[in-house]
């Protein structure tokens, strides 16, 4: 018995160190140290990137897009592999890249990066190509060598667009942010960071969708909705092709509306309406233009002349990119309309804890009703009568 169970013994030790061989030559150990190995490989790719080091950068891989990068202000710059899919010498990696520009983003940014890697003679895996992930957007300097121009209150990003055009933005910004805060208050960045690429199909890239999306709209802005006071910063991205079609008032109301959606967006939440948060922009970026409302609602105007007074405030899917031109239009002028109309029969400030007061709601579902009882002291009914009135008086 003593002898058996002694083989036996021996049998579980043998079984034990034939698995641990077969885990050794098999699989996870080898792929947790090449997956390692990349780690490292990718941290001295951003110390070089940090440190502006173009050699050092080129004994981690190929230099890509490390020139354009010349003059962006980073505060931060890493990445985590998240996958490794390899075969030989040659590989793919998924990775998280987290960045921070100076001075603007309170959090890092990121996003998701394919790496194509080649392990040479020596031994050492080399990056080929550093691109956006499959479902990511492009960076602004994926497409090209990135100018900087910096403001009072903006930071100012473009490519193929000379300085002196891209000062042009800057000013405009710099105009907007205290325009902002004089109707808003202070509680934001009161800083914004504009990107302008070289074309509309470059504002998709950047935004990750088709150009067609975009091709009449001259900026949108990008951020985290209801995002915490540590979010990174909202990015104004210009359509240079629609931007350029619009006259100098033009561009500045644009500038402002964008600016204001950065300043908002704390209190910008799922329980917001379009209507509300695109009617407030244009209220702070006409404010002070002198324009009519028959001047900067001309869509609706012609519908109200025409007997086709609006039922209902605008819906969300009345602000769809990709709908009818003449429905969208008249979508921002009824929102700008209905918050033109609360500014003037209450107040500005109203105006400013009404929009605050749906925002923090929390939920679509009786957000504006509690918000109209609360801040304004009626229903949603009557306002509603009220703003078709108005837009009778005002358009008619």
């Given at each position: 018995?003593?002898?058996r169970?002694?083989?036996?013994r021996f049998?579980v030790v043998a079984l034990?160190?034939?698995?641990?061989s077969?885990?050794a030559?098999?699989g996870q150990p080898?792929?947790?140290?090449a997956?390692?190995?990349?780690q490292?490989?990718l941290?001295?790719?951003?110390?070089?990137?940090?440190d502006r080091d173009q050699?050092?950068?080129?004994?981690?891989g190929a230099?890509?897009?490390f020139?354009?990068?010349r003059?962006v202000p980073?505060?931060?710059?890493?990445y985590?592999?998240t996958?490794l899919?390899r075969?030989?010498?040659?590989?793919?990696a998924d990775a998280?890249?987290?960045?921070?520009l100076q001075g603007y983003d309170k959090?890092p940014?990121?996003?998701?990066?394919?790496?194509?890697?080649?392990?040479?003679?020596d031994?050492?895996?080399?990056v080929?190509?550093?691109k956006p992930?499959?479902?990511?957007?492009q960076?602004?300097?994926?497409?090209g060598?990135?100018?900087?121009?910096?403001?009072?209150?903006s930071?100012v990003?473009?490519?193929?667009?000379?300085?002196e055009?891209?000062?042009?933005y800057?000013d405009?910004a710099d105009?907007?942010?205290?325009a902002?805060s004089v109707?808003?208050?202070?509680?934001w960045?009161?800083h914004v960071?504009?990107?302008?690429?070289?074309?509309?199909n470059?504002?998709?890239?950047l935004?990750g969708?088709?150009?067609s999306?975009y091709?009449?709209?001259?900026a949108?802005?990008?951020?985290e909705v209801?995002?915490p006071?540590?979010?990174?910063a909202?990015?104004i991205?210009?359509?240079?092709?629609a931007?350029?079609l619009l006259?100098t008032?033009?561009?500045?109301?644009?500038?402002?509306?964008?600016t204001?959606?950065?300043?908002?967006?704390?209190h910008?939440?799922?329980?917001?309406p379009l209507w509300?948060?695109e009617?407030y922009?244009?209220?702070?970026?006409y404010?002070?233009?002198g324009?009519?409302?028959?001047e900067?609602?001309?869509?609706?105007a012609?519908?109200?002349?025409?007997?086709?007074?609006?039922?209902?405030?605008?819906t969300d899917?009345d602000?769809?990119?990709?709908?009818?031109?003449?429905?969208?239009?008249?979508?921002?002028e009824?929102?700008w309309?209905?918050?033109r109309?609360?500014?003037?029969h209450?107040?500005?400030?109203?105006?400013?804890q009404?929009?605050?007061?749906?925002?923090d709601?929390?939920q679509?579902?009786g957000s504006?009703?509690?918000?109209?009882?609360?801040?304004l002291?009626?229903?949603?009914?009557?306002f509603?009568?009220e703003w078709r009135?108005y837009l009778?008086?005002q358009?008619?």
């Amino acid at each position: 018995m003593a002898g058996r169970r002694r083989a036996s013994r021996f049998s579980v030790v043998a079984l034990v160190l034939l698995l641990v061989s077969l885990v050794a030559c098999g699989g996870q150990p080898a792929a947790d140290s090449a997956k390692a190995d990349l780690q490292r490989l990718l941290d001295r790719r951003s110390t070089a990137v940090l440190d502006r080091d173009q050699s050092a950068f080129l004994r981690t891989g190929a230099l890509g897009w490390f020139e354009n990068l010349r003059g962006v202000p980073l505060a931060s710059w890493s990445y985590r592999v998240t996958a490794l899919h390899r075969t030989g010498d040659r590989a793919t990696a998924d990775a998280e890249l987290r960045y921070e520009l100076q001075g603007y983003d309170k959090a890092p940014v990121t996003v998701g990066r394919t790496l194509t890697l080649s392990r040479e003679s020596d031994g050492r895996w080399y990056v080929d190509a550093d691109k956006p992930a499959k479902k990511s957007a492009q960076q602004l300097w994926d497409q090209g060598q990135v100018t900087v121009v910096r403001g009072s209150h903006s930071l100012v990003l473009g490519i193929g667009h000379s300085n002196e055009s891209l000062h042009t933005y800057a000013d405009l910004a710099d105009t907007a942010v205290p325009a902002v805060s004089v109707a808003w208050g202070s509680d934001w960045a009161r800083h914004v960071v504009v990107l302008v690429p070289d074309s509309v199909n470059g504002m998709a890239g950047l935004l990750g969708s088709p150009a067609s999306q975009y091709r009449g709209i001259a900026a949108v802005t990008t951020g985290e909705v209801g995002g915490p006071p540590t979010a990174p910063a909202d990015r104004i991205i210009v359509n240079p092709d629609a931007y350029a079609l619009l006259g100098t008032l033009g561009k500045q109301v644009v500038l402002t509306h964008e600016t204001t959606h950065v300043a908002t967006r704390a209190h910008t939440t799922a329980a917001t309406p379009l209507w509300l948060s695109e009617g407030y922009a244009d209220w702070i970026g006409y404010r002070g233009t002198g324009r009519t409302p028959s001047e900067a609602a001309p869509e609706l105007a012609r519908a109200v002349a025409a007997g086709n007074v609006p039922a209902d405030l605008p819906t969300d899917k009345d602000f769809g990119f990709s709908g009818d031109a003449t429905k969208l239009a008249q979508a921002y002028e009824g929102g700008w309309l209905a918050c033109r109309l609360i500014a003037e029969h209450w107040d500005a400030v109203k105006l400013g804890q009404f929009y605050r007061a749906v925002g923090d709601h929390g939920q679509r579902a009786g957000s504006v009703e509690g918000a109209l009882k609360k801040v304004l002291g009626t229903t949603l009914e009557q306002f509603t009568q009220e703003w078709r009135d108005y837009l009778r008086t005002q358009l008619g």
